[in-house]
């Protein structure tokens, strides 16, 4: 895999992954492998990780192996709300707290100026309000 590009991180963990896998099947049966991909319990996202590194085992290996059905799934990211952030504020250090709000009001003077941005551009005229 270091030939291939790919970061030790990465390495280490697709390494530590198939370890794991193998204590609980023979990982040079491919079928054994398919066979217990079909009842663990794994996210989509970490099933379809642990198949690409099996897929990349194999191939190393020289056995031929097809990859069963998976597909990623994506996440949204959190967005926490406005009590959410002025609680996290008020519970950390005077600095802390004072850098926080201010980034908190530029965000929302910022996501304002997009807002009349987009308006004035679906209406065909090009303004930005600062």
């Known amino acids: ?10 390495i280490r963990a697709a390494v530590k992954a198939l370890r794991s896998i193998g204590r609980l099947c023979n990982l040079l ?15 989509e996202n970490r099933r379809d990780h642990i198949l690409d590194d099996a897929r990349r085992f194999y191939s190393w290996l020289g056995v031929s192996f097809q990859k069963p059905m998976s597909r ?3 996440k949204l990211p959190f ?14 250090g005077p600095k802390l707290s004072a850098y926080m ?10 996501c304002r100026q997009m807002y009349h ?8 005229r090009v303004r930005l309000k600062l």
């Open 101 to 110: 709000r201010l980034v908190k009001e530029q965000n929302r003077i910022l």
């Open 117 to 124: 941005f987009s308006y004035a551009r679906s209406e065909g």
């Open 72 to 74: 990623s799934v994506e």
């Open 29 to 43: 049966d491919p079928n054994a492998f398919k066979d217990y991909m079909a009842i663990a319990e794994y996210g």
């Open 79 to 92: 967005i926490p709300t406005e009590a959410e952030v002025d609680a996290l504020a008020s519970s950390v």
């Open 1 to 10: 895999m270091k030939r291939e590009g790919y970061r030790d991180s990465t």
